[in-house]
């Protein structure tokens, strides 16, 4: 987080596809390779509405804010398809989750 807020995250797709693949080294700075202006959720939040805009914008996580705007955790594509195994809905979820595209996509 830097003084105005959260700046990006960064993932282990974002180290491949950013830093690796141009040839960054351990020493490059995270910025180099971190996606910027993460999509969020909140904690009050259905896990509806999170799985919706995750769809929508075809990302695979959400940073996760309490209501005071507080980055608190993270929900994942992976935290999804547990919660909806239960309900057979995993498979189909993840299909729609996985296709290529979306605002964070790199390409």
Known sequence: MDQDGLCGIVTDRDIVCRAVAIGLGPDAPVTACMSREPLTCRTTDTLYEAIELMMQQQVRRLVVLNLDGTPVGM?????????????GLAGELLQRLSRPGGQHCQG
């Open 75 to 87: 929900l994942a594509q992976a935290d999804v398809a547990a919660a909806m195994a239960s309900y």
